[in-house]
């Protein structure tokens, strides 16, 4: 079985753009998390999304949005770069989200903001 | 959310067994403690989760105190491959994403 896929692994951008982020979960999950990991914060919660609905949020500004498709392949955007947003993405995927379900994490897509 | 405490490194001979500990001694009883390990500029990799019973799968076994207050991940034969940092974290059953994902323990496996 396939695991969890990010795209692209890495990008680089500049102040005041926005970028979106992919993520294709392991086939017959539905729930998708992502993830912010940076050295000084360590791994912070985003957002996650079951059934194209976002269940649960962290604590991020309104720049970060998500969305999931029907086919429950996810879609980070950030708008507004900032250069504290600098920072590895990762995406996680769950058979339910449940806490008793294994959580698969993605390589992650590392984002560099000039 | 419960914190978790381990510590920052520990070295351990290829082939012997690894025993990671870990302390959330604020744990409450709706919570799973959960241990991953990430080698470097990759995603966290699950190894194993459990609620209060010591559970075993083809990569580790984790053994809980009976207290639920600590708990340790048992690598049994360690290879070089196994160098990375290892996670516990508590994850609360009805807040599934709501967890402490701590510093963890840097496993340095030496041949």
């Known amino acids: 079985k396939a695991g969890v896929t990010q795209t692209p692994r890495y990008l680089i951008k500049t102040r005041g753009q926005q970028v979106t982020l992919s993520c294709s979960p392991i086939?017959?999950?539905?729930?998708v998390s992502w993830y912010q990991q940076t050295p000084g914060q360590g791994l912070q919660f985003l957002f996650e999304?079951?059934?194209?609905?976002?269940?649960n949020k962290g604590n991020f500004p309104g720049r970060f949005s998500g969305r999931q498709f029907s086919n429950s392949r996810s879609e980070m955007n950030v708008s507004t770069l900032e250069l504290g947003d600098s920072a590895l993405y990762l995406c996680?995927?769950?058979?339910?989200?449940?806490?008793?379900?294994?959580?698969?994490f993605g390589p992650g897509t590392r984002l560099t903001v000039l | 959310d419960a914190k978790t405490t381990q510590p920052t490194s520990m070295d351990c001979a290829e082939g012997r067994a690894a025993n990671l500990p870990c302390n959330h001694s604020?744990?409450?009883?709706?919570?799973?403690v959960y241990w991953y390990r990430q080698i470097h500029s990759q995603g966290p990799q699950y190894i194993i989760h459990g609620l209060k019973n010591n559970e075993t799968n083809e990569m580790a076994s984790l053994i809980i105190t009976e207290d639920r207050k600590s708990s340790t991940l048992i690598l049994p034969h360690a290879t070089l491959r196994d160098t990375a940092v290892y996670y516990c974290?508590?994850?609360?059953?009805?807040?599934?994403?709501?967890?402490?994902f701590g510093s963890g323990t840097k496993l340095n496996v030496k041949p």
């Open positions: 996680a995927s769950s058979l339910l989200g449940q806490a008793y379900n294994e959580q698969f």
């Open positions: 086939s017959g999950h539905r729930s």
């Open positions: 604020t744990i409450s009883g709706n919570e799973y």
């Open positions: 974290i508590v994850r609360d059953l009805y807040n599934f994403n709501k967890f402490y």
């Open positions: 999304y079951f059934s194209e609905t976002q269940r």
